[in-house]
Each structure stands twice: as C-alpha cells, then as structure tokens.
C-alpha cells in the first residue's frame, strides 16, 4: 500500500520527517493524515503546538483530495507522492503527481457574496502557508509549501 519515494537525485541533506507514495484513492486520505500525526507526535516540540498540526493536516488533506480528483483522468490512479521536512525554522510539504498539471493561477479567488460548495483548496492551501510553488518539470507535477515555524 505505501512505498518510500527514492531521492534520485541525492540531494536531500537528511532524511525527511515523513516520506511516502500511494496509489490516487481518496481512502487513503484518512491514513495519510495518521501518518502526519505520527509524524508530530514524535516530536515532543510540537506537543503544545496543536493549531499547527491542524493547519499542516487541513493542507496535506486539501493538496492530496485535489491530486486524487483531479490529477489523473476519471477512473484511472496513479501516484501521489508527499514528503514533509521539518527544520528548526520551518516546516517544508511537497506533493507530487504525475498527472495532469494545472495553473493555480488561473483559478478565481472565491467570492464571498456569492459562496459555493467546493473548489477552496489551493485558496485554504495558499492562505494557510507561508510560501506556495506549483511546478511540472518532466512530468512530475510538484507542489512545494512551506510554514515558518514562530
């Protein structure tokens, strides 16, 4: 079910907190998100720090639901990869796909006299975060966030 992401490159200094590709199916949400709580629970400093942990689960849970919908054609899987770094002064997410890319860009801001169900992801993604970067390079679609830590 999940597998390490190699680092063909070699260029990661260390090995990040949490670093896993699944197969698009949007039940895997749930253990994804387990992970990331694992992942902080063994770290004692984040013990207290309750409302960053909400804020990285809502943007790993909003950033994987949107590669699962929309990064491979309807009925069709594929890779989704997620690997989250943890420094002294930040915390890194990046979220690959080999699917479809897309501009976020060119989505519109949500209007707010005129709410709807749906389609806030990259918007709660983009405001929750510090830096956002969307890239495809060689078919790789890559979402790089980052949150500085206070």
């Known amino acids: 079910m999940f597998k390490t992401v190699d680092d063909p490159a070699g260029c990661m200094s260390k ?4 670093k896993l590709s699944v197969e698009t199916d949007i039940t895997k949400v749930p253990v994804i998100l387990d992970m990331v709580q694992a992942m902080f629970s063994k770290r004692p400093e ?4 309750r409302d960053l942990q909400f804020t990285i689960e809502l943007v790993v849970a909003e950033a994987c639901t949107n590669v699962i919908r929309h990064a491979y054609p309807p009925g069709e899987t594929g890779a989704l990869e ?15 796909d080999y699917g ?6 060119s989505l ?11 389609g806030y992801g990259v918007f709660i993604i983009k405001n929750s975060m510090d830096t956002f970067r969307y890239e495809s390079v ?13």
Do not use: C, H, Q, Y
């Open 100 to 105: 479809k890319s897309f501009d976020p860009s």
């Open 15 to 18: 090995e990040p907190d949490l």
């Open 138 to 150: 060689d078919g790789r679609n890559a979402l790089k966030l980052s949150k500085m830590l206070a």
């Open 108 to 118: 519109p801001e949500p209007d707010p006299e005129n709410p709807k169900t749906g």
């Open 82 to 96: 997620l690997e989250i770094d943890i420094s002294d002064t930040a915390i890194s997410i990046e979220v690959g």
């Open 46 to 49: 984040f013990a207290k720090k």
